[in-house]
């Protein structure tokens, strides 16, 4: 019985091994695709937001990706006219590889953000940081959650966005 109970208990540590290093591993690629929601506050006006967000990622090493992030973002004001943005962002993250099928990571990213309210468009240098964990389903597909910071500026506003991501990554 104790050896049944030790092999049973080893093939579960490999198993649970295998499947935190999927996608970790240097050359490795991932896609992914992620929803959000949040709320903005900006010179006392209260605004709604729903994300989509696209994610592709090469891993350089086996604990640093680059990745290239697109969010599409339309904003609904408690008053005022809705408005839509774009932000392209380049994102490198180091993953911290642990024994289990959870996958910790941070990172930095940097970009444009491209906005439109009111027929009038604008762009703006956005940056900021970001944690998140994976937690691998399979050897080639997580869940991704991941918590957000992103800093810009329209003409005299300043934005700060914090936000809570959700999200499926495959890895191939």
């Known amino acids: 019985m104790k050896k049944v109970l030790v092999g049973g208990l080893c093939a579960l540590m490999v198993v649970g091994a295998t499947s935190a290093f999927a996608g970790t591993k240097a050359g490795d690629k991932q896609v992914g695709l992620q929803f959000a929601y949040d709320r903005m506050t900006v010179d006392d006006s209260s605004n709604s937001s729903v994300i989509l967000i696209g994610t592709f990622g090469y891993f350089v090493t086996n604990r640093i990706s680059m990745g290239l992030t697109a969010t599409a973002n339309t904003q609904i004001p408690e008053q005022g006219d809705t408005s839509s943005s774009v932000f392209a962002e380049l994102e490198p ?80």
Do not use: C, W
Request: no cysteine; proline share 1%.
């Open 93 to 172: 993250n180091f993953h911290f590889n642990t024994a289990s099928t959870i996958l910790p990571y941070a990172g930095i990213h940097a970009g444009m953000a491209v906005s439109e309210s009111s027929g009038k468009s604008n762009s703006a240098f956005d940056y900021g940081a970001q944690v998140g964990l994976k937690s691998f389903i399979s050897e080639s597909a997580a869940f991704d959650t991941q918590l957000r910071y992103t800093r810009y500026s329209y003409e005299s506003l300043d934005f700060a966005d914090l936000r809570l991501q959700v999200g499926l990554d495959l890895f191939f």
